[in-house]
């Protein structure tokens, strides 16, 4: 069993919004800091936005600050990200991770989702 499991992704159109989430099972959801970290054919992956264990405190990358918000709800060990006004440069497999937090959004992820697929058309 998978203990982190993505969902939500699909094709969209630019400006359109999508809700990922990220469901844990096997696994104390409140005991793990989580990131969202996504990678585009050719780049590499990019952690952009992460969440202490509390939810007390988050951190988003400026390309998609203020468009993306990462929450999670430990009562039902879910972690999401809502993506609003989504653009096709936001095209993508977005990964969810549980670990521990150091600094931003670096750290060590002991879990990883099999991912979803995001697609903004132009």
């Known amino acids: 069993q998978v203990p982190v499991v993505e969902s939500g992704g699909g094709l969209v159109q630019e400006g359109g919004s999508l809700r990922l989430s990220c469901t844990a099972s096997?696994?104390?959801?409140?005991?793990?800091?989580m990131v969202w970290f996504r990678q585009a054919p050719g780049k590499e992956q990019e952690a952009f936005s992460c969440?202490?264990?509390?939810?007390?405190?988050?951190y988003t990358v400026d390309s998609v600050k203020g468009r993306f918000t990462i929450s999670r709800d430990n009562a039902k060990n879910t972690l999401y990200l809502e993506m609003n006004s989504l653009k096709p440069e936001d095209t993508a497999m977005y990964y969810c991770?549980?670990?521990?937090?150091?600094?931003?959004?670096?750290?060590?992820?002991?879990?990883w989702g099999q991912g979803t697929q995001v697609t903004v058309s132009s």
């Open positions: 991770a549980a670990g521990r937090l150091y600094d931003y959004c670096s750290g060590s992820w002991s879990y």
């Open positions: 096997g696994l104390r959801f409140d005991g793990y800091d």
């Open positions: 969440i202490r264990r509390s939810g007390d405190s988050t």
